[in-house]
């Protein structure tokens, strides 16, 4: 059994979601947030069998997609703030982060 957590963009979280379910693969979402950007993310928490592992990171990479996005840098807590000119930077967004764990035992009550 294994333990799959996908971060994933606001954005693409809903269509995850539906897709999911859709596919009969039920997942806790965790709101969560990004370091980088500060932006709102959901933290999927899926519990599956060894085999379905495929097939669930190909609905997460069919719904999560990365994208461009212009943001202004937050300005340096440390120095002195009137001569910093905040250029806005094109970052890439979206996509999901995944992390695939073993589970030693599952119980649902």
């Known amino acids: ?4 957590m996908a971060v994933v963009q606001d954005k693409d979280s809903n269509r995850l979601s539906d897709a ?21 993310n959901t933290t999927f928490m899926i ?13 997460i990479k069919e719904n999560c997609e990365t994208r461009e996005q212009l943001v202004a840098p937050i300005s340096p807590m440390g120095g002195n703030a009137d001569s910093y000119v905040p ?7 979206g996509g999901a982060t995944v992390f695939i764990l073993p589970v030693e035992q599952f119980e649902k009550f």
Do not use: C, H, W
């Open 20 to 40: 999911l379910v859709e596919n009969k693969f039920q997942a806790t979402k965790l709101a969560s947030t990004g370091g980088f950007l500060r932006a709102g």
């Open 87 to 93: 250029y806005p930077v094109e970052v890439q967004i």
């Open 47 to 59: 519990g599956i069998e060894d085999k379905d592992v495929d097939a669930v990171l190909t609905i």
């Open 1 to 4: 059994m294994k333990l799959i």
